[in-house]
């Protein structure tokens, strides 16, 4: 039994990695949990309550001295690191009741492919476009990260380019194969999202990853990036495309959102929309998406800002790899593959898949 005094943050992620959790969590007067398909349980029975000593050694020994004394300034701190050859882990360490606490998110160092995550075709082809701009949304913990992962491996395999990614914090490692990488990490390598946004368009990318669409500024750098000859790829906590739009341009004030909707209509590509839904036989999640690919339809829609139709033409968009929500997960109810309950609890629309289900 490992004792409060030998206890180190690698061997609790090891445990984790070694039962298949994708968080492991800690926090003073608690033992070390984990998370797996969405059911919180302990790590282990073995290991004791953890103290707050130990609790600030274990926080102190994945974070270098200026990022202790920011967290210690500003009471929460996401960093990134690597367990050679097992994981990497996006840490995020906060107060809470007073006391330390730390949520592990384990990363596989290998990066899934499309097939491995069973997910369509059609996002394979959206990787083809040379500019523009890509958005893969949905709640946290929905995956977006690990699909990002895909597409971007897809890239940096089949095209020379310049891949330059700006993260908080990085997560996965994409080393350099038929594309150069460049990744940039907020607070390691950059001082903050701004001045590595300014800086990204210098540096001779071909292809930007920006870890989130967090405010205008962010928005607008993606955008102009996205005129200007580069394929930009960014998150959005959002869960469908109609609601990824009106996220967008409502960060801007009421006087811009003309222009904001026709220059999202020319440089918008595809928005992915992702939920993980738990397999009926228990044995993990599967993702489901709802995709729109920006036709000229679609572009005129968002363009003249009727976001409410872009559903219809998800809805009858088979021909383009289009898919709403409830198709995706009607097809995995008919495969047997979720149960009818669980795919009315994650419906885009319940009263659309209720109907569904019976017809």
Not at 139 to 152: D, F, R
Not at 347 to 358: D, N, Q
Request: proline share 4%; charged share 25%; hydrophobic share 40%.
């Amino acid at each position: 039994m490992l004792s409060l005094d030998s206890i180190t943050m690698h061997q609790l992620i090891e445990m984790g990695l070694n039962k298949d959790a994708a968080d492991v969590m800690i926090k003073a007067g608690q033992v070390p949990m984990m998370k797996k398909y969405n059911s919180v349980s302990p790590l282990d029975p073995e290991l004791p309550v953890l103290d707050q000593a130990t609790m600030r050694r274990l926080i102190q020994s994945v974070m270098n001295q200026k990022q202790f004394d920011f967290f210690e300034d500003n009471m929460d701190q996401d960093v990134g690191f690597t367990l050679e050859g097992k994981c990497r882990v996006r840490c995020n360490c906060y107060m809470q009741r007073g006391t330390y606490a730390c949520v592990m998110r384990i990363v596989p160092l290998k990066i899934r492919t499309l097939q491995d995550l069973g997910l369509p075709d059609v996002l394979r082809e959206i990787t083809k476009h040379k500019l523009g701009l890509i958005l893969v949304t949905g709640p946290t913990g929905s995956g977006k990260t690990t699909t990002l992962g895909a597409l971007i491996d897809i890239i940096n395999q089949e095209r020379e380019c310049h891949i330059v990614t700006v993260e908080d914090p990085l997560e996965i490692v994409h080393p350099d194969k038929k594309g150069y990488v460049s990744q940039r990490e907020i607070h390691i390598d950059t001082k903050d999202f701004q001045p590595a946004l300014r800086a990204v368009l210098r540096e001779a990318p071909d292809v930007i990853l920006i870890g989130e669409m967090r405010d205008q500024t962010t928005m607008n750098v993606a955008l102009q990036a996205g005129e200007t000859g580069h394929l930009v790829f960014s998150t959005v906590h959002t869960a469908s495309a109609y609601e990824t739009m009106d996220r967008v341009i409502n960060m801007f004030p009421p006087h811009e959102r003309e222009y904001m909707c026709k220059r999202m209509a020319g440089s918008l590509r595809a928005i992915v929309s992702q939920k993980l839904i738990p397999r009926a036989d228990g044995e993990g999640r599967v993702a489901a998406l709802e995709i729109l690919i920006c036709t000229p339809t679609a572009s005129k829609k968002i363009e003249d800002g009727e976001f409410a139709d872009l559903y219809q033409l998800m809805n009858e968009g088979e021909y383009w790899g289009m898919q709403t929500m409830n198709q995706s997960l009607l097809r995995y109810v008919k495969a047997g593959i979720i149960t009818e309950q669980v795919a009315m609890v994650n419906a885009g629309i319940a009263s659309e898949l209720k109907m569904m289900l019976r017809r």
